[in-house]
């Protein structure tokens, strides 16, 4: 099997893999910018699954955000601002907690360390629902109901799954490097913040990437812990929406809010793909 | 620049396992000390423990006039040169010079030179001054054109020289390597001894090196300590320990090829019996032997020769016979007697050719068997 | 970075991507600038905008009615502060009924309900039989705030809904105020119906007439004569027309009674029986109401008045409604929903202004408006508002006259008896893969279990949570101190002691957020798990059982085997599976080849939809009468002589599962990304070195690749391995758990005890289990893989 073949079946395989994994999104786009009646009939399926718009409606997007919250435009204004506000601030908390811990489970030896990290591992296993309604008593004597510190303030204490993913990845990294920088004169938090967080560049990458989808998606904490109507977030409102506009006839206007969704963790993606594959850690040690 | 003084030291990790024990030495101000011994010698956590990354389990360590046991590696006035090199991959080689002396400035905070004009102009001489000594540490090492550049746009020569110039940027009182030639190839290994030699010279610090590698301890060092099992066999300067090894570890440590070993007994008027040999030793350099004691009569192979027929020593077969241009060495097989030789070139002995070797006798050394095979010291 | 030996149009394109980059990068950060401003503007303004008036909370839901009644409720409400300069009403409305009671119970939970809010009849004897309810009984009798408020003017039956007194609604104390009222009928479209040649219906039709119709119209090429939802109240109702029902006086399931059975076994037979009479059942799209807009159904039904606004949006034929069809007898049903107040609420006196405001005569008559229900008012109902012929339905009286011998559908307070006798109606009438009688016999044994369980005894002793707390401080002083002398014990030289100092300080964040926000819930639930607690009343309510909910989950709850067994089927195929194509993918990625970045967004964008828009899209692909899935799969099967499984409906029970597993790997794209960081760290030497060895592209993968990725593929394997035991969101919205129990996963029948049923304690102890579960087999794959695992540069 020559090169050239090699790399052509590569290509074919990923091309079919492609396809079948975008077709959903592509469905979704489409039926986003159909007529309510070819939308509502492309959604039941069969002959007219359509591969493109017969005609395109942008106005769906502009009808569908307008009608997001009691005041045109304002609801859909107030949920992205608020769905901004908590997400950013959850990444920045979940990848600087989560690196440091990560990083104290790596490579600094202390009694205990071993112990705390199996109940790391074992609390990753707790479904998330037994911890709800004790988690909201929690909450209520903090006096943090109707403010979005239950929802932001955690991820400041870092998150079980990433703290694993940072400690596989910091475990890889040459020791000589950490000991180098203690003989240059810093401390292990000078070492977190110059030497580790910027060579997990790949490692935050995904974690932020992740950290953004997970909370841009989530709905049933801001539901929980949101009261008043402009805190709302994009998913609750998504979710409110597709309650009440979850008929046939008005599928491309579900579409139309699904998309404009997406929309920030696709850009995401893209902008922190190149971080992804720079697998920095690479030149660190002989290479 | 410190003298180092390390007062019966130890160190037992928490397993059990003890990997130094008992090591004292005094390294003076200036001196270029080698750490040599095989693998697992416990020379490289002596120099760990030198460094501050390794705690010190017994005895007292100073650098200078001061204790150190109890103090950080960063407050210990070292610098310590990597294996791998320990280049921060993130940062371009000027960075990673100047980045041990940014933890050490006085005035680190932008925030406040944004408000201060007096703190900002001590800023930007402070500034001025790191640049400067980078700069100056790179001309010392020939880096001047690389300083925008990543480690890993480096080869190994290059990265090495950074991981130098990381360390005599900051001045340190003493520099401390580990195996830093390692992982370069035989020409470049080379060089380099002669770079760190003369970077030794030049700047007068105090060095403490370690290898596994007794040529490149030989080539280096004011001094070499010679470690095995965590206890130092023998310490002195290169010529001492290849003239008067210690005890038969240090012998055939040092010195390439290997020094030849007999084993045997004396009989009576120094006569050395074994292995099929029967020679007597020149009285008057061992005058300590008494009959009937178990030794190990050792002999470098620059101390043999060809021989003709009345005095040799040990005859066989040339199995292998390296040309080395000036001199050739001679692997001679008798049964499962090998001896190494190394002869003057010229002789047009071949693989394959039987002959026979004569020994300088005043020139070998005797080992008492038993007892760590300590030398029997010639009179 | 840029490549010097590229030529020009290369760097043109790579300056158009470098403006690019940074023209997002500002955009982006511009967006999150506006954000924080935005936010923190609200916020400041909030701090300051305090005032001294007396606060309600109100919260409501707008389903059905959408924007519309949210700007109803918002309209009446302003009016009333206006009326009221003392009182300001905070109003939320968390959108459907389903977020709506959710908020309700973590609020209740929390022992911070809403003052005033939307209760449901069905969830009224759930509510005041907890004591969650202020009973209105003195306030109606003594005064009437609100001018235009007279309980006298209301439909008697709406207003016997909310009464309740033990166990039994419909006499004695009231507990809330309807606001509006529906009874339910069928919608018919009546182009199709004179196509057909069959006679609108009459306000007294009977079954007969109903089927004789639908039978015609589904004659009619491509249409099917009626929709007949086999929802349980529903079901109760139809019962109650042929004079009978499914649960009798004392509360019994009649699982034996012949006209029971021979009333529902006719439902199932123009369903099953006959081709085009009733849908399939299968093709489960949208919701039912929904199908009737394509202008192919004959009848739509019974539903209530809600559906009303929706279809008023039909343009394209001509449609009205019929009353519930007569059998042995006439008979309807009620659906309404009240306004109550809480037990809790510190101002019962503006509550009930409040509440007598909203179901005053004007506001009912603005509501009228919208169409989507009837008032309870009478004048109102029988005014102009409501009764407008020029607006379709032309027929609304026919929504108010069954009223005098309609009555709300009375179910247990123990709302899992619904929920039970729902699923196995639906296996039995929409599904069809249970008999009438097998439905109703496991129903009736499960009743009868549930009453004579331990655990319904009413003489439970409540929790004794001073006693508990303090066992947990004393563990947990005792802990601390056994902590504290292991440290202590052997002292670490200085230098290890710093080090140990800054390991402890590093991870201190995770430590007090573990304690937090996990020990602490944790422990409560431990706690909660040997109770029997609501969920809806404070904790102090809960009552002790011992290990009682474990007893009955192990010991009488099929439900949870079930469970249990299609997570673990699900789990037994989507790991694999999923690893495999994410491991694939990864390694294929890795290749160098033109354009591999587009593959790599291609294979995660699917995740990042990870939520509602997925599961919404793949119950269409699902589908089995036009689903893209069995559009595909037909012809690869049909000339095998097979035929593509029918999912999620008739072929559930062996296909549910593993429809879900199927719909994982299009989120395979997470696992992916780490396994193509991972790859990326391998040495490019060791492929080198493989090379020369003469390795083939296999032998070098399993040579190389999987011992130098095995941490990432454990890593990988363990978090696949939680994740599927913890499916949820998919099977929430997507089946709901149904057929039956066929796609019912652990955290979802978890959900429905917590959330649907009110058994928080069973729930919790449910939680447990699935820790266990889930911590034996992490702990099983990681002692299985521990020579298989190869790692670098761990000390």
Redesign the interface.
């Known amino acids: 099997m020559g090169r050239w073949t090699g790399r052509f079946l590569v290509g074919l395989a990923l091309t079919i893999g492609s396809v079948a994994m975008l077709f959903p999104l592509w469905w979704m786009l489409v039926i986003s910018l159909e007529s309510p009646q070819r939308a509502g009939a492309a959604a039941e399926g069969g002959g007219s699954i359509a591969v493109w718009p017969e005609e395109i409606h942008w106005s769906n997007y502009s009808e569908a955000l307008k009608q997001i919250g009691t005041e045109p435009w304002q609801g859909f204004f107030d949920a992205l601002a608020n769905s901004i506000v908590i997400t950013v601030l959850v990444v920045i908390g979940t990848v600087l907690s989560s690196s440091l811990v990560g990083f104290a489970f790596a490579r600094i030896n202390f009694r205990g360390r071993k112990f705390m990290f199996l109940v790391m591992l074992a609390t990753m296993m707790l479904p998330a629902q037994v911890t709800m309604i004790p988690l909201f008593l929690v909450f209520r004597s903090l006096g943090w109901i109707d403010t979005i510190l239950p929802l932001v303030i955690p991820a400041f204490f870092g998150s079980a799954f990433f703290i694993f993913m940072y400690r596989q990845f910091i475990a890889q990294i040459s020791e000589s490097l950490i000991e180098a920088a203690r003989i240059d004169g810093y401390g292990m938090l000078g070492i977190w913040w110059r030497i580790i967080l910027p060579m997990c560049k790949p490692v935050t990458a995904i974690t932020a990437i992740f950290t953004f989808i997970f909370v841009w998606n989530d709905f049933l904490g801001p539901l929980i812990y949101l009261h008043s109507d402009d805190q709302s977030t994009l998913a609750l409102a998504l979710n409110s929406f597709r309650n009440q506009y979850g008929g046939l006839e008005n599928v491309h206007l579900l579409m139309a809010v699904s998309v404009v969704t997406m929309i920030p963790c696709v850009v995401l993606f893209f902008a922190a793909q190149r971080a992804f594959v720079e697998g920095i850690g690479a030149g660190a040690v002989k290479g | 620049m410190a003298n180092v003084r390390l007062q019966s030291i130890g160190k037992t990790y928490p397993g059990g396992v003890r990997a130094v024990d008992n090591l004292s030495l005094e390294i003076a101000d200036g001196e270029f000390v080698v750490l040599v011994g095989p693998s697992g010698c416990g020379k490289s956590t002596t120099l760990r423990m030198i460094a501050g990354l390794e705690s010190i389990t017994d005895g007292t360590l100073f650098i200078g006039d001061r204790q150190v046991n109890g103090v950080a590696a960063r407050d210990r006035d070292i610098a310590m040169v990597f294996q791998d090199y320990a280049l921060y991959p993130h940062m371009n080689v000027g960075r990673n010079l100047s980045f041990g002396l940014l933890r050490r400035r006085k005035y680190p905070s932008r925030l406040r030179a944004l408000f201060s004009g007096a703190y900002r102009t001590h800023r930007r001489e402070e500034r001025r001054a790191i640049a400067d000594r980078v700069a100056q540490a790179a001309s010392v090492l020939g880096l001047e054109d690389l300083l925008d550049r990543h480690p890993r746009a480096l080869s190994g020569g290059q990265r090495q020289r950074v991981a130098l110039g990381r360390a005599i940027v900051r001045d340190p009182s003493v520099f401390l390597l580990d195996e830093p030639l390692s992982n370069l190839d035989a020409k470049l290994r080379g060089e380099m001894r002669t770079e760190l030699r003369r970077l030794h010279r030049q700047l007068g610090a105090t060095m403490v090196h370690v290898t596994h590698d007794q040529e490149e301890a030989m080539t280096l060092g004011d001094r070499l300590v010679v470690m095995k099992d965590g206890v130092v066999q023998q310490c002195g300067p290169p010529a001492e320990l290849y003239e008067h090894p210690a005890n038969r570890f240090v012998a055939s440590f040092i010195g390439t090829p290997e020094m030849n070993f007999l084993e045997g007994v004396i009989e009576d008027g120094s006569v050395f019996v074994g292995e099929g040999h029967r020679f007597a030793l020149p009285k008057d350099r061992w005058s300590s032997l008494s009959v009937g004691q178990q030794v190990t009569l050792g002999i470098r192979p620059e101390h043999l020769a060809l021989a003709t027929e009345g005095d040799a020593m040990f005859t066989g077969e040339a199995e292998v016979v390296e040309q080395l241009g000036d001199r050739t060495d001679v692997i001679l097989a008798n049964g499962n007697r090998r001896m190494t030789a190394r002869i003057a070139s010229g002789s047009g002995l071949r693989e394959g050719d039987s002959a026979s070797l004569r020994a300088d006798l005043n020139q070998a050394h005797v080992f008492v068997v038993g007892d760590g095979e300590n030398r029997v010291e010639t009179t | 970075m840029s490549d010097q030996t590229g030529n020009s149009s290369r760097s043109v394109t790579t300056i158009a991507g470098r403006v690019v980059?940074i023209t997002?990068?500002v955009l982006?950060l511009a967006?999150?600038a506006?954000?924080?401003v935005?936010?923190g503007v609200?916020e400041v303004f909030h701090a300051a905008g305090g005032d001294d008036r007396t606060e309600l909370?109100v919260m409501h839901w707008?389903?059905?009615g959408?924007?519309a009644e949210?700007?109803i409720v918002?309209r009446a409400l302003a009016r009333f502060e206006e009326a009221n300069p003392g009182i300001r009403v905070?109003?939320?409305?968390?959108?459907?009924a389903?977020?709506f009671y959710?908020?309700l119970q973590?609020m209740m939970?929390?022992?911070?309900p809403p003052d005033v809010f939307y209760v449901g009849a069905e969830r009224l004897a759930a509510y005041a039989d907890a004591g969650l309810l202020l009973s209105l009984d003195e306030r109606t009798n003594s005064n009437s705030t609100a001018e235009d408020f007279n309980l006298q003017d209301f439909y008697p039956s709406t207003v016997d809904a909310f009464r309740f007194e033990d166990g039994q609604v419909g006499s004695g104390s009231l507990w809330g105020i309807p606001k509006d009222f529906t009874t339910v009928g069928f919608y018919y479209n009546r182009d199709l119906l004179e196509q057909a040649g069959v006679p609108e219906p009459s306000s007294d039709w009977t079954w007969d007439d109903f089927i004789a119709s639908a039978r015609a119209v589904g004659k009619l090429p491509e249409c099917t004569g009626a929709e007949f939802v086999s929802w349980a109240s529903m079901v109760r109702a139809v019962l109650w027309t042929e004079g009978t029902d499914l649960i009798d006086a004392e509360g019994n399931i009649r699982a034996d009674d012949p006209r029971v059975i021979e009333v529902l076994d006719r439902i199932r037979s123009w369903r099953h029986d006959e081709d085009g009479t009733l849908t399939s059942g299968r093709?489960e799209?949208?919701?039912p109401?929904?199908?009737f807009?394509?202008g192919k159904l004959g009848f739509a039904g019974p539903f209530g008045r809600w559906v009303v606004p929706?279809y008023r949006?039909i343009e394209d034929f001509q449609w009205d409604y019929a009353p519930l069809p007569r059998g042995e007898t006439s008979a309807n049903m009620i659906a309404t929903v009240a306004w109550s107040i809480s037990s809790r609420t510190e101002h019962p006196e503006e509550a009930w202004q409040l509440v007598s405001w909203l179901t005053g005569a004007t506001t009912q008559a603005e509501q009228a408006e919208l169409g989507l229900a009837v008032p309870t008012n009478r004048m109102v109902a029988e005014g102009d508002s409501f009764i407008d012929p020029s607006t379709p339905p032309s027929r609304d009286r026919d929504f108010i006259e069954p009223v005098e011998h309609a009555r709300v559908v009375p179910w247990s307070t123990n709302p899992a008896l619904e929920g039970t006798v729902a699923k196995r109606l639906d296996q039995a009438l929409r599904t069809g893969d249970l008999s009438v009688k097998d439905a109703l016999g496991q129903a009736g044994d499960w009743w009868d279990q549930e009453r004579n369980s331990p655990l319904a005894s009413t003489t439970l002793p409540g929790m004794p949570w001073l006693w508990i707390v303090g066992v947990f401080i004393v563990g947990i002083v005792i802990a601390l101190a056994i902590?504290w002398w292991?440290?202590r014990r052997n002292r670490?030289?200085?230098?290890?002691a710093?080090?140990?100092?800054?390991?402890?300080?590093?991870?201190s964040?995770?430590?007090?957020?573990?304690i937090?926000?996990?020990a602490?819930?944790?422990l409560?639930?431990l706690a909660?798990s040997v109770t029997r607690w609501s969920?809806i009343t404070t904790?102090d309510e809960a009552d002790f059982v011992g290990l009682g909910n474990y007893g009955h989950l192990l010991g009488h709850d099929d439900v949870f085997w079930r469970s249990l067994e299609v997570t673990g089927v699900y789990a037994l195929l989507a790991v694999p599976i999923g690893q495999v194509v994410a491991l694939l993918?990864a390694v294929?990625?890795n290749?160098k080849?033109?354009?591999?970045?587009?593959?790599?967004?291609?294979?995660?964008?699917?995740?990042?939809?990870?939520?509602?828009?997925?599961a919404?899209?793949?119950r269409?692909?699902f589908?089995a009468?036009?689903?893209?899935m069995n559009?595909i799969l037909d012809p690869v099967l049909s000339p095998l002589g097979l035929e593509p499984p029918d999912w999620f409906v008739r072929d559930a029970e062996n296909f549910g599962g593993p429809a879900f597993a199927i719909m994982s790997l299009?989120l395979v794209?997470?696992s992916m990304?780490?396994y193509?960081?991972g790859l990326?760290?391998v040495?490019r030497s060791l492929y080198e070195a493989a090379e020369i060895d003469r390795a083939g592209?296999f032998r070098r993968f399993f040579s190389v690749t999987l011992p130098m990725i095995s941490?990432?593929i454990l890593?990988n394997v363990i978090?696949s391995l939680?994740g599927s035991?913890?499916v949820?969101t998919q099977a929430f919205v997507m089946t709901g758990g149904g057929p039956g129990d066929h796609t019912r996963f652990y955290?979802l029948y978890?959900?429905n005890q917590?959330f649907d049923f009110y058994e928080?304690g069973y729930?919790?102890a449910m939680?447990?289990l699935?820790?266990l579960i889930?911590?034996g087999l992490?702990m099983l794959t990681l002692r299985g893989s521990a020579r298989l695992v190869h790692?670098?540069?761990?000390?």
């Not at chain 3, 710093?498 to 390991?503: D, L, Q």
């Not at chain 3, 964040?509 to 573990?514: D, K, L």
């Open positions: 980059r997002l990068l982006s967006l999150v506006w954000a924080f935005r936010v609200r909370v707008s389903g059905d959408g924007p949210d700007a918002d905070t109003r939320l409305n968390p959108g459907d389903g977020s959710t908020k973590t939970a929390a022992g911070d093709s799209t949208a919701n109401a929904s199908r807009l394509g929706t949006t902590g292991l440290l670490p030289d200085p230098a290890s710093t080090e140990e100092r800054s390991g402890w300080l590093l991870v964040p995770w430590i007090i957020g573990f937090l926000f996990m602490v819930p944790i409560l639930s909660l969920g904790l993918g294929l990625m290749v080849i033109r354009g591999v970045s587009l593959f790599r967004a291609a294979w995660y964008l699917p995740s990042i939809l990870a939520g509602v828009g997925m919404v899209l793949f269409w692909v589908n009468e036009n689903g893209l559009v299009w794209g997470g990304m780490i193509l960081a990326q760290n040495p592209p941490p990432v890593f978090m939680i035991f913890q949820f955290v978890l959900y917590a928080m729930a919790s939680a447990w699935l820790l889930i911590l992490t790692y670098e540069g761990l000390r």
